[in-house]
């Protein structure tokens, strides 16, 4: 039986403003933009990409440095709206982009669990009955109380993989994060995100390394300067793309 499609990317493009000034008030910036003073290039980020993904397959998406990797991701989470083109997305989707973002540096990691666990619509109750295995799992125990201002950005990090990954997602997008932890971490990261794949979570994964896309994806995709250039099976891809 032919598998659901739940994430759909159809000929999207997205164009960015690159400012060529400096403005160094929000009012100068009001009064430039009202005066049609603000020079500014045109740059497409992406263009006429299209894909699908089926529901339990896990995706990568490879490319060089500004290839449009993390913008595809952005666009697919529903962080930025495409110029041009449609994406749909069935089902619940925990986007592990920037993690630590929605975190306060002078609260605790306890208090922040609270605070991004809200931001990421988890109930209260929920987090109060996994506070505990979120530490345990980031390995934040001695550190509890101190406010993350003092930690490291792998602490940051580890502590944001382990609040959003606290429920099973439908889909869950991932950029680049697992290169951020020690190697003991990364490892750990991969088995909970083979813990999800195996109760059926559809997986959407950017990073620079193609052993770790073969590890975990079955299938992949190669973007280069916006564009798509392939979409096969995950060995093809990364053969290509490393040849590149
Ligand atoms: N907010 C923004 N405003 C203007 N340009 C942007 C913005 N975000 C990204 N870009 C540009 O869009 C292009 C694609 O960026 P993106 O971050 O998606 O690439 P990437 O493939 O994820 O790169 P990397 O591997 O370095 O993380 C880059 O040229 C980048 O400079």
């Not at 159809?10 to 000034?21: I, T």
């Not at 490291?152 to 990090?157: A, D, E, K, P, V």
Request: glycine share 8%; net charge negative.
């Amino acid at each position: 039986m032919e598998q659901e499609t739940v994430i759909e990317v159809n000929d999207v493009s997205l164009e960015f403003r690159l400012y060529k000034e400096k403005v160094d008030s929000i009012k100068e910036y009001c009064i430039k933009f009202l005066k049609h003073e603000l020079a500014y290039e045109n740059f497409w980020a992406l263009k006429n990409v299209s894909f699908d993904v089926k529901r339990g397959e896990a995706v990568g998406l490879v490319g060089k440095n500004g290839s449009g990797k993390s913008t595809m991701l952005k666009v697919i989470a529903g962080v930025i709206k495409p110029t041009f083109g449609t994406v749909s997305v069935k089902g619940s989707v925990a986007p592990m982009i920037e993690l630590g973002a929605g975190f306060d540096s002078e609260l605790t990691a306890r208090e922040n669990i609270f605070l991004n666990g809200a931001i990421l619509g988890y109930p209260r109750e929920l987090l109060e009955e996994e506070a505990g295995h979120i530490i345990e799992f980031a390995e934040l125990e001695d550190f509890v109380d101190v406010p993350i201002k003092n930690y490291s950005s792998g602490m940051i990090t580890r502590l944001g993989f382990a609040i959003a990954t606290v429920t099973i997602p439908d889909i869950l997008i991932v950029d680049e994060i697992l290169s951020v932890g020690d190697f003991k971490f990364q490892n750990k990261c991969e088995e909970r995100i083979q813990e999800m794949r195996d109760r059926g979570t559809t997986l959407l994964l950017v990073s620079h390394s193609t052993e770790q896309v073969k590890r975990i994806c079955n299938r992949a995709v190669l973007l280069r300067k916006g564009n798509m250039l392939l979409e096969d099976d995950v060995n093809t891809v990364c053969n290509i793309y490393t040849k590149m």
